[in-house]
């Protein structure tokens, strides 16, 4: 990741993060951003000569891995797909992934795959990834780090060794299964999906899960069970926010459970919607956001419109007596003439 190999370089030249970017870009707040999504192309532009080589070259594959797991624009709000860093000034309210495992093996450096929100453990060791310090639960933000600390290795807050074992959870296997499923997306794409095509896909039965979960709904959690996805009472995510910012656990619950409902054909999905006569408030508030996916859009289409609203209409929306909408119109007119000579 862009960002860890400036904070190494400055450890290991014995200044700060902070002093070190001075010295690059000066009078430039980069600390202040997210430097691995939101660096303008300008900035990037310093470090293209001999001194740095193949370093803009990275940051510049990041953004590109970025846009194609999301089509909203990089670098303005919440972005699909991407931890979000929650910056205030120069500290975060969200740390950065690590997988204690990988710091305590080789040289600690934070991965840019970890900045996906799909990431949720380590394909290598098996174990959780980890974005707070199990010491004191700060959140990981090593561009806070400064001499002594010779790398990314430690807590900025309390100096504790992140690389050590002693904290290792396992991760659920759904949520490595669906880890790897997202990656080839990424990396390979597959016949089925146009590139970017699945994140969209996948996003929108993310809102199905949580739908379930939030409103424990019959019709949902029947369609759900019949693709294999069974919802317990402990399944719960206690905030309303974004997957971009769920803590890893949360994330974790929710993409084991992702993991089955993926693995079927979308055809198999739509027909299920159909068949259990799903409203399309099921995909949340994601529908809001553009779609270039025909496979996305095939899940919308899937909804059934006309039985959410006769169920509106039925229980709090009666037609009026013809008594009553007279009485009020002439109450509206009256207060119309009112104010009208004020
Ligand atoms: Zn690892
Ligand atoms: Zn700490």
């Known amino acids: 990741?862009?960002?860890?190999?400036?904070?190494?370089?400055?450890?290991?030249?014995?200044?700060?993060?902070?002093a070190f970017s001075g010295?690059?870009?000066?009078?430039?707040?980069?600390?202040?951003?997210?430097?691995?999504?939101?660096?303008?192309?300008?900035?990037?532009?310093?470090?293209?000569?001999?001194?740095?080589?193949?370093?803009?070259?990275?940051?510049?594959?990041?953004?590109?891995?970025?846009?194609?797991?999301?089509?909203?624009?990089?670098?303005?709000?919440?972005?699909?797909?991407i931890l979000s860093l929650g910056s205030r000034n120069r500290r975060h309210r969200c740390g950065l992934q690590y997988c204690p495992s990988c710091f305590e093996e080789g040289i600690p450096y934070f991965r840019y795959r970890w900045r996906f929100a799909w990431h949720t453990g380590c394909l290598r060791h098996g174990n959780c990834l980890l974005s707070r310090c199990m010491q004191c639960h700060t959140p990981i933000q090593p561009q806070l780090l400064k001499p002594p600390a010779i790398d990314c290795s430690v807590c900025h807050a309390c100096g504790e060794n992140l690389g050590s074992g002693l904290h290792n959870r396992v991760c659920l296997p759904g949520a490595l299964q669906l880890q790897s499923v997202a990656d080839h997306e990424m990396n390979f794409g597959s016949a089925a999906f146009a590139a970017g095509e699945w994140f969209e896909y996948a996003y929108l039965l993310l809102g199905v899960l949580r739908y379930a979960m939030r409103s424990?709904?019959?019709?949902?959690?029947?369609m759900l069970s019949s693709l294999g996805v069974e919802i317990e009472p402990h399944h719960q995510i206690c905030s309303g926010l974004p997957l971009e910012l769920l803590e890893v656990s949360e994330r974790m619950q929710l993409l084991a459970l992702l993991a089955p409902l993926v693995a079927h054909p979308p055809v198999v999905v739509v027909q299920a919607i159909t068949e259990y006569k799903l409203p399309i408030s099921v995909f949340g508030t994601h529908v809001s956001k553009t779609f270039i996916g025909t496979v996305a859009r095939s899940l919308i289409s899937a909804t059934t419109v006309r039985a959410h609203k006769q169920y509106t209409f039925s229980k709090s929306r009666l037609p009026a007596d013809r008594f009553v909408v007279e009485r009020e119109w002439l109450r509206l007119q009256r207060k119309i003439f009112a104010y009208g000579h004020l």
């Open 1 to 18: 990741m862009f960002s860890s190999w400036l904070v190494r370089n400055a450890l290991a030249h014995g200044c700060s993060p902070l």
């Open 216 to 222: 424990q709904s019959g019709p949902t959690l029947r």
């Open 23 to 81: 010295v690059l870009w000066p009078g430039v707040r980069i600390w202040a951003t997210d430097v691995d999504c939101g660096m303008k192309p300008s900035l990037l532009e310093r470090l293209t000569s001999d001194d740095f080589p193949n370093v803009a070259v990275t940051a510049r594959r990041f953004l590109t891995a970025l846009n194609c797991v999301s089509n909203a624009e990089i670098g303005h709000g919440n972005v699909r797909w």
